[in-house]
């Protein structure tokens, strides 16, 4: 009687288990480790399903200088062109996800894990995942507009006339 209750608990406890992610993937690591607007990253592994789209997620810590580390879960497409390579261009608005917007944007260094994910064909089946830990990505922001550089300069030259500071033009060496 003890033996079919317990297994009467263990079918029902292994019924009502949420489906795992397979690991049938592998990740190895990423290239470039420094990023701008347009570069692609190139995301190495091994038996990703080739001509499908990769779910991506950059989850960890963002770091800018003279801000306070910020919590992020940053989400992406990638292209598979092969079975050990994922293709992800970084774009103005994925590149905005990573060092802000506006004058607020400066460069930034994530660190954390990305995590791949496949869609599975059947919908009665997981999807198909893989993690690689410690991730480490220096990402740059778009150059500064002509505009706001303009404003930046009028803005600096205004404080330093309100400091009683006067930069001179330089002089040539002798």
Request: glycine fraction near 10%.
């Amino acid at each position: 009687m003890t033996l079919g209750l317990a297994l009467v608990l263990a079918s029902c406890a292994l019924g009502c288990q949420r489906e795992l992610p397979l690991r049938l993937v592998e990740v190895h690591g990423v290239t470039p480790k420094d990023l701008e607007a347009h570069d692609r990253l190139e995301i190495r592994g091994a038996g990703f399903p080739q001509g499908r789209l990769a779910s991506l997620t950059f989850r960890g810590t963002l770091h800018r200088p003279g801000r306070a580390p910020e919590r992020a879960r940053i989400d992406a497409q990638g292209n598979v062109l092969g079975q050990n390579r994922i293709d992800l261009e970084i774009s103005e608005g994925l590149l905005a996800s990573f060092t802000d917007t506006g004058a607020r944007a400066d460069h930034t260094t994530f660190r954390g894990e990305l995590e791949v994910v496949f869609a599975s064909q059947s919908t009665s089946a997981p999807p198909i995942a893989a993690t690689l830990q410690g991730v480490v990505l220096d990402v740059f922001p778009s150059g500064v507009r002509v505009e706001e550089d303009a404003t930046r300069e009028q803005e600096g030259a205004r404080v330093l006339g309100l400091s009683l500071i006067h930069i001179s033009e330089p002089t040539r060496p002798y």
